[in-house]
């Protein structure tokens, strides 16, 4: 019996060189399994090493990044508070434009109004005077009054009438150029119905004529009227060339179209009614009323404005709360 077991021993004990030759041959000559244990406690101990530095890199970045998100963080709180104090300043700019148009929109309703009063007086002062243009210079002689009644009684069918003409000379203004239009002529009758008389057998003969020039015959309009009705001279030259009839009344104009007659108020009205009618011509510029119209318009805007300062109050507040969540995300990684 001792000897089996010392033969069923012996096997064993044979087979242990084997093992290790067969671990000799898998990890390569000269290695054994010693070298392995030491090799991988080296790899450990190094890999401990790396673990530990990037930690503290990791550790470290987080700290530069902290301090980061809390400068920008204080950054955003100091553009947020100037931009706060920015907007107040702004509505309290926008507040004073408000106050300051809307009293710029009312004096110019006081100034027009004003105005208008005013040309009406210089047009009442001025309803008994006649304009003659076409008249040269020193036609008149000596004595404009008695060159005008001449004049009037010659070329107009005024016998029986008693002109009682006040006061007849030229427009105070520099003496023209050779060549240039000749400066008008003002008169004043005691009565309007002479005036109107006048006016009104002149415009019936049509052409007058004075040693070869014509001679026309007008209102004495205000200095405004005259302005006003400046503004048509575009619109009336392309009638002209078109043949169409028109008529100025004060400070409006009426044309005679084939499909009917109209009226326009002003120039830049009739302006663009031609344009829309196929004429070449330029619109002239609009009035003062326009201009009141626009500033109305910028009033309203400034009223209508108060609610996107709201808005950008309220995007600025979810901004800073987007904020906060990233910072808690990053605060709850770290």
Same mark, same amino acid.
């Given at each position: 019996m001792p000897n089996r077991k010392q033969e069923k021993s012996a096997p064993s004990g044979d087979a242990n060189p084997v093992a290790d030759q067969a671990n000799s041959s898998a990890t390569g000559p000269g290695v054994t399994t010693s070298d392995l244990l030491r090799a991988i406690e080296s790899l450990k101990s190094e890999l401990k090493e790396d673990n530990e530095k990037l930690r503290s890199n990791i550790n470290t970045m987080q700290l530069e990044l902290s301090n980061k998100l809390d400068t920008v963080t204080e950054d955003i709180q100091d553009l947020k508070e100037r931009m706060g104090t920015a907007e107040t300043r702004v509505s309290e700019v926008e507040d004073v434009t408000l106050v300051l148009t809307e009293a710029? +929109?009312?004096?110019?309703? #006081?100034?027009?109004?004003? !105005? /208008?009063?005013?040309?009406?007086?210089? +047009?009442? /002062?001025?309803?008994?005077?006649? #304009? @003659?243009?076409?008249?040269?210079?020193?036609?008149?002689?000596? +004595?404009?009054?008695q060159f005008m009644a001449d004049f009037l009684q010659r070329e107009l069918p005024l016998t029986g009438i008693e002109l009682k003409i006040q006061r007849a000379h030229r427009v105070p203004a520099q003496k023209p150029r050779s060549g240039a239009p000749p400066r008008p002529i003002v008169v004043n009758f005691q009565e309007f119905t002479t005036k109107e008389l006048i006016l009104r057998e002149a415009w019936r003969k049509g052409r007058i004529q004075l040693n070869g020039n014509a001679v026309y015959f007008d209102h004495d309009y205000a200095t405004e009227i005259v302005q006003r009705r400046k503004e048509y001279q575009v619109i009336k030259k392309a009638l002209k060339e078109r043949g169409v009839r028109f008529q100025t009344p $004060?400070? +409006?104009?009426?044309?005679h179209w084939q499909d009917g007659v109209a009226v326009y108020r002003s120039a830049h009205d009739a302006g663009c009614e031609l344009q829309r009618r196929g $004429?070449?011509? !330029?619109?002239?510029?609009? /009035? %003062?009323? %326009?201009?009141?119209?626009?500033?109305?318009?910028?009033?309203?805007? !400034?009223?209508?404005?108060?609610?996107?300062?709201?808005?950008?109050?309220s995007t600025a507040q979810r901004a800073k709360?987007? @904020?906060r969540e990233f910072q808690r995300g990053e605060d709850e990684r770290l």
């Open positions: 710029l +929109s009312e004096c110019l309703k #006081r100034q027009r109004n004003l !105005q /208008s009063k005013v040309t009406d007086l210089e +047009s009442r /002062s001025r309803r008994n005077n006649i #304009r @003659l243009f076409g008249v040269r210079e020193g036609e008149e002689n000596t +004595s404009v009054m $004060y400070t +409006s104009i009426r044309v $004429y070449d011509v !330029q619109v002239p510029a609009t /009035s %003062d009323e %326009d201009t009141a119209a626009r500033i109305q318009k910028c009033v309203e805007w !400034q009223r209508g404005a108060r609610p996107r300062r709201e808005m950008i109050t709360e987007r @904020l």
